[in-house]
């Protein structure tokens, strides 16, 4: 069973940087994907980004130019750097792995076999 573990969420300002850990144990092997998502009191889960085990990388308007994800197979890691931070960043931003690694299809949430139980990330303006 794959088990996720953030970190790295905290409180910092608008403008700053942050870079949120995910790391993955148990049946690693099966993961072909991972993503990041977000949620915001009162809103739905939003998708941030997602990368291949080849390193195909998908990102929406909203983090492009941003955010960065990246991944250390070796290590089981998935990091995600976000810069130019921005108040409405804040949410609960969780891990998430997926078995099959269609790149198109990353974006949905549903594809994900996995969880983290997520970290938090407030930015005040």
């Known amino acids: 069973q794959v088990q996720l573990v953030e970190s790295g969420g905290g409180l910092v300002q608008a403008g700053d940087s942050l870079r949120l850990s995910c790391a993955a144990s148990?049946?690693?092997?099966?993961?072909?994907?991972m993503g990041w998502f977000r949620q915001a009191p009162g809103k739905e889960r939003e998708f941030v980004t997602a990368i291949t085990w080849s390193g195909s990388t998908v990102y929406p308007d909203s983090v492009k130019g941003r955010f960065t994800i990246s991944r250390d197979n070796a290590k089981n890691m998935v990091y995600l750097q976000m810069n130019s931070l921005k108040p409405e960043d804040t949410a609960v931003y969780y891990c998430?792995?997926?078995?099959?690694?269609?790149?198109?299809?990353?974006?949905?949430?549903?594809?994900?076999?996995?969880w983290g139980r997520g970290t938090q990330v407030t930015v005040s303006s």
């Open positions: 998430a792995a997926d078995r099959q690694g269609t790149l198109r299809f990353l974006s949905n949430s549903n594809v994900y076999e996995y």
């Open positions: 148990g049946g690693t092997f099966v993961i072909q994907a």
